[in-house]
Each structure stands twice: as C-alpha cells, then as structure tokens.
C-alpha cells in the first residue's frame, strides 16, 4: 500500500469510528456483557495512585511489578481534575492512540513509506477490545512508536525514549537492540544509559520503595495464558493435581512441576537473547527498517517465551509492527499479520472466553492454543526474515562479488595471456 492521499481519510475514518465506541464501552455508557475489565482501573491504579500521592511506592503490594517511572502512568489522571480517576485514565489512554495514529499517519508520507503500519495500528487496537484502554500498556507503546520513527534520524531521541519507556515497563529497552554499528549505536546506547541513571535516581530519591518491583517479578510463576502453561492445560486433561490460583496479581498455575516449567521457560527467554546477540555479532547490512525490524523481532520472541502473556501485552507488538510496515522496505508483513490475528483471538480468551481458559476446557484449549502458536509463528518467521535480510543475504552477495573477477582483474588476465602467447 503507498501513502496515497485516499487511504489516509479513510484510515482516520475507520480509526475514529472503533475508538468511539471503545470510549463508550469503558466508560460504561455502553456496556456489552462480559467484555467490562476496567476495574484494574477503577480498584487497583485507584488504589496505588492514593499511595503514591501519599510519597511511596505500593513496596507492599505484590502485584505492584513496574519499574518506579510507571508512577507517572499512574498518577496521569490528576491531570484531568474535573474528571473522575477511571474516567480521566480512560480519555488520557485515547489520547496516546490518537498520538500514535499521528505519528504513524506522518511517517507514512514520503518516499519509502506506506500506509500498511497506519492500518496496522488501527485495526489491531479494537481487536484488542477494551483491554486497549483500560492498562497503561498504550502509553508505553505511545512511547516506543514515538522513539522508532525519532530514531529514523535522532539516534539519541531514540535512546532517551527507550530509557524513558524502559522505566515505564522494561520492554522498550529492546528498542535499541538494532541500531546500526557505529556512530548511532554510540549515540543510542550512550544517551539510553545516562537517561536511564538519572531516571533512576531521581526515582529512588523521591520516595522509598521504586526498586521493590524487582522481587515481586522474580517470584511469579506460568500464567495461565502463557506458552508454558499450555503443558498444565492438557496435562489437566490427564489428571494434573495442580490448581489456578490469584499469584502476583494473575491466575496463576500452582502445583506439581509448575516451578520447572517457569524455568524452562525462563530458558527459553536467555536462548531468545542468545539468538539475538548472536544476531548482532552476525549481522552485516543495517537498512532503513533493520531497528524497527530487529525491535518489533526481540519484543515478539520475549514476549511468547515470557511466563506471563497478559492481554496488554499484544498492543506493544501491535505497535511495533506499525511501525515497521510503514517503512517500504520492511519484510515484516506476514509477521505482522499473524500478530493482528493473535490480538483478536485475544480477545476472544479474554476476556469473552476466559472462564474456559481457566478450567482448561475444549474450547479454552483451541483459544490458547491458537494464541500462542499464531505468536510462536510470528516469532519464527519474523527471527527468520530478520536473519535473512541483514545476514545471508549481505553474505551471498559478498561471495558473488568475490567470484566475479572485476574490469581492472580483466584486463591485467588478458594482457597477461597476450604475453604468454607472444613467439
């Protein structure tokens, strides 16, 4: 698709139609029987952002499990006074859609850009449902989205806004994962790493508890969306004596050999870093779209080897992929279509099917197991094209160039027969 003046009116069109009625859904002016998952907003940010406007952090709250920076996601409301806390969330979260959709709108006008990223983004949100708006998730994307098409030009925009998002959730730190060797990678990495510091510092500073978010992370177990817990799902079928349990904020399996699969796939998430890195070392072309591309690759494999795939999770790889596809010479595309699809089958476990996903049902079985193996594909064929284009390719041609003599190789081979046939 070419950033054509027609597709993009109608883009805007279609946005502003799926986020009125996302509005009306959270706000319960409309309220479709059990799709309502604002209380997260209503009971639990409420009740952290009372705490931390007391000057702490929630430090006895386990479910509190962000880098201290989310603090301001949280505390965001107050700047709508004349509105109510879930209300004043919701219209802020709308905002950041808006702000993304622009952003995106922009990038895909020029030489080498597209509209396809600008679709992505608004078709893959209301998929998502009201979960889009009622997590601080899309304000963190607003960010890394902002940071990838900064970076096009600003490597150190790119880096302060990836420490800045990193603070917020840890995942944008990913983001600078593919910077070009070099000049960038300095400026990026360098700019990220000072940012980063003073954040957290200034975090610390303030009010006691900003790092208590760390042990809280480390002691959650297989969630019951994740890719791991699809071995207790038919396990369950078989006898499995485990339970679903409320765990650090999530249902959680607890039971027989849950705390070797959570390792299990804790290893899967270092060998998805060992691929990456090696990736790194490997790779021999950086293009227009390689940070974006290499970006949206390493979300997507921590992501689906991750112990916990929260709904929310699926607007940062909506986002990502956004911004790849607006980029022309992205290969990103069917890796960005089976992410679209895995959103709206998303929705449909959660929360429309989620009691099924809970008691491991059939129906709870196909949702999952359709989820996650639409992300596993991603994440193949994403890790595959990524290789692909920056190594093999780069190696290939390099090997034909160094098969095929050049002009000056010529010419010196034809003088020097002429002379070996000279009587």
Same mark, same amino acid.
């Given at each position: 698709?070419?950033?054509?003046?027609?597709?993009?009116p109608? /883009?805007f069109?279609v946005w /502003?139609l799926?986020?009125?009625v996302?509005? &009306?859904?959270v706000?319960?002016v409309? +309220?479709p029987?059990?799709l309502?998952?604002?209380?997260?907003v209503?009971?639990?940010?409420h009740?952290w952002y009372?705490v931390l406007?007391?000057?702490?952090y929630?430090?006895?709250?386990?479910?509190w499990?962000?880098?201290?920076?989310?603090a301001?996601?949280i505390?965001?409301p107050?700047?709508?006074?004349? &509105?109510?806390?879930?209300? /004043?969330?919701?219209? #802020?979260a709308?905002?950041c859609?808006?702000l993304?959709?622009g952003l995106l #709108?922009?990038?895909s006008?020029? $030489?080498g850009?597209?509209?396809?990223?600008?679709?992505?983004?608004?078709?893959?949100v209301?998929?998502?449902g009201t979960?889009?708006?009622?997590?601080?998730?899309?304000?963190?994307?607003?960010?890394a989205v902002?940071a990838l &098409?900064?970076?096009?030009r600003?490597?150190r925009?790119?880096?302060?806004?990836a420490?800045?998002?990193a603070l917020l959730k840890?995942?944008?730190v990913?983001l600078?994962?593919?910077?070009?060797r070099?000049?960038?990678?300095r400026?990026?990495?360098?700019?990220?790493?000072? %940012?980063a %510091?003073?954040l957290?510092?200034?975090c610390?500073a303030a =009010?006691?508890g900003?790092?208590a978010?760390?042990? @809280?992370?480390?002691d959650?177990g297989?969630?019951?969306e994740s #890719?791991g817990?699809?071995?207790f799902h038919v396990w369950?079928? @078989?006898?499995?004596?485990?339970r679903v349990?409320l765990?650090y904020?999530?249902l959680?399996f607890?039971?027989p050999h849950? $705390?070797?699969v959570s390792?299990?796939?804790l290893g899967?998430?270092v060998a998805?870093?060992?691929?990456?890195?090696l990736w790194?070392?490997?790779?021999?072309t950086f293009?227009?779209?390689?940070t974006?591309?290499?970006?949206?690759t390493?979300?997507?494999?921590?992501?689906t +080897?991750?112990?916990?795939i929260?709904?929310?999770?699926m607007?940062? #790889?909506?986002?990502?992929a956004?911004?790849?596809l607006?980029l022309?010479?992205?290969?990103?595309?069917?890796p =960005?279509?089976?992410?679209?699809? =895995?959103?709206?089958v998303?929705?449909l476990?959660?929360p429309?099917g989620f009691?099924?996903? %809970?008691?491991?049902d059939a129906?709870?079985?196909?949702?999952?197991?359709?989820?996650?193996?639409l992300?596993v594909a991603a994440?193949?064929?994403?890790? %595959?094209?990524?290789w692909?284009?920056t190594?093999?390719?780069?190696e290939?041609a390099s090997a034909v160039?160094?098969?095929?003599p050049?002009?000056?190789a010529?010419?010196?081979?034809?003088?020097a027969?002429?002379?070996?046939?000279? $009587?």
């Amino acid at each position: 698709m070419t950033g054509s003046s027609g597709t993009r009116p109608a /883009a805007f069109a279609v946005w /502003a139609l799926t986020r009125a009625v996302l509005l &009306l859904w959270v706000t319960k002016v409309v +309220t479709p029987p059990g799709l309502d998952v604002t209380s997260d907003v209503s009971v639990i940010y409420h009740g952290w952002y009372d705490v931390l406007r007391s000057g702490t952090y929630p430090e006895s709250d386990v479910t509190w499990q962000y880098p201290p920076v989310a603090a301001l996601a949280i505390l965001s409301p107050a700047l709508l006074p004349f &509105l109510d806390y879930a209300t /004043a969330f919701f219209v #802020l979260a709308f905002l950041c859609d808006a702000l993304v959709l622009g952003l995106l #709108l922009r990038a895909s006008d020029g $030489p080498g850009r597209r509209t396809a990223g600008v679709w992505v983004w608004v078709a893959g949100v209301p998929l998502l449902g009201t979960t889009a708006y009622a997590r601080y998730d899309v304000m963190v994307t607003a960010v890394a989205v902002a940071a990838l &098409l900064a970076g096009l030009r600003h490597p150190r925009v790119l880096g302060a806004l990836a420490a800045f998002g990193a603070l917020l959730k840890v995942w944008p730190v990913l983001l600078l994962a593919g910077t070009a060797r070099g000049r960038r990678t300095r400026l990026a990495w360098t700019t990220a790493a000072a %940012v980063a %510091v003073g954040l957290l510092l200034v975090c610390v500073a303030a =009010a006691p508890g900003a790092l208590a978010f760390l042990g @809280f992370q480390r002691d959650r177990g297989t969630e019951v969306e994740s #890719l791991g817990a699809l071995v207790f799902h038919v396990w369950r079928q @078989f006898g499995w004596e485990g339970r679903v349990e409320l765990h650090y904020g999530s249902l959680e399996f607890l039971g027989p050999h849950v $705390p070797l699969v959570s390792t299990l796939a804790l290893g899967l998430s270092v060998a998805a870093f060992g691929w990456l890195l090696l990736w790194r070392l490997r790779a021999r072309t950086f293009g227009a779209s390689t940070t974006a591309d290499a970006a949206f690759t390493a979300v997507l494999l921590f992501t689906t +080897t991750s112990r916990v795939i929260s709904p929310q999770y699926m607007l940062w #790889l909506v986002g990502l992929a956004a911004v790849c596809l607006v980029l022309r010479e992205s290969r990103m595309g069917w890796p =960005a279509v089976l992410v679209v699809a =895995a959103t709206g089958v998303t929705q449909l476990e959660f929360p429309i099917g989620f009691v099924h996903v %809970v008691t491991s049902d059939a129906q709870g079985l196909t949702l999952m197991f359709l989820r996650n193996g639409l992300l596993v594909a991603a994440s193949v064929l994403a890790a %595959v094209r990524l290789w692909r284009d920056t190594v093999r390719a780069p190696e290939a041609a390099s090997a034909v160039r160094d098969e095929v003599p050049t002009a000056p190789a010529l010419s010196r081979a034809g003088s020097a027969d002429t002379r070996a046939s000279a $009587p």
